[in-house]
């Protein structure tokens, strides 16, 4: 004679796959968040990468420093009031370097050709722009509110979040165009020193995102190893 399920085994099984659901899905949230620590990581190894393939030297040019590349979070107008960030080296285009991802200084999305490493800044290539890589948009790929940068990197003065490398792929803080020389603005040494934190967060202030709220990556300083925690 063939076995079969009872009707109580069936309510039971149901009841099971029911509880975790119930456990897995409010994890939905936090999932989103890690694809985009993934997604920034990738970049900040791809940013580091750049400064050491492309030396920024130049006898030439007192300058020099100021072009090294560094990976620049904002949410301003041209990304649509969303958090996003862009991948550049800040070259003098005549009025001097002033900081900001132009569409001759962003790096090339190396997956497509046709498209540019930033998610969107005002004046140069904004979200709507054909040449931005949509992905680059935290807040509107993976929902993100806030970005803040804590422990061995400061937040610069423009409200602007960034970090940039030296050619050994060391990690520096702030913005190079305000450096006098190859790593000090005035007295200050912009090499970083102790562990650089990004917080990537759900909610409109990552002081008080809980730990479903937020992911944190670390940037090790001397190597500028970047990983989530």
């Not at 076995?3 to 149901?14: D, G, P, Q, S, Y």
């Amino acid at each position: 004679m063939k076995k079969a399920f009872t009707m109580m085994e069936l309510v039971f099984v149901i009841v099971v796959i029911g509880i975790l659901a119930a456990v897995v899905m409010p994890r939905t949230g936090s999932n989103r968040l890690n694809e985009a620590a993934i997604q920034v990581v990738s970049h900040i190894r791809y940013t580091q990468h750049l400064a050491m393939i492309d030396d920024k030297f130049d006898s030439a040019d007192n300058d020099w420093y100021r072009l090294r590349w560094q990976i620049k979070f904002s949410k301003v107008g041209g990304s649509d009031n969303k958090w996003a960030y862009a991948i550049f080296s800040d070259a003098d285009v005549g009025s001097g370097h002033d900081g900001n991802p132009n569409d001759n200084e962003t790096a090339v999305n190396p997956l497509d050709n046709s498209k540019k490493l930033t998610g969107g800044y005002s004046g140069t290539i904004e979200y709507g722009d054909s040449k931005a890589t949509k992905e680059l948009n935290l807040g509107h790929s993976y929902s993100v509110e806030d970005i803040d940068l804590v422990g061995g990197c400061n937040i610069s003065n423009d409200g602007k979040k960034r970090i940039s490398f030296d050619y050994l792929g060391r990690l520096m803080y702030e913005n190079p165009k305000d450096l006098d020389s190859s790593y000090k603005a005035g007295a200050i040494n912009r090499l970083v020193i102790s562990q650089c934190r990004i917080e990537i967060c759900t909610v409109s202030d990552c002081t008080a995102a809980t730990s479903e709220q937020k992911v944190t990556i670390a940037i090790e300083p001397e190597t500028g190893y970047a990983h989530i925690l």
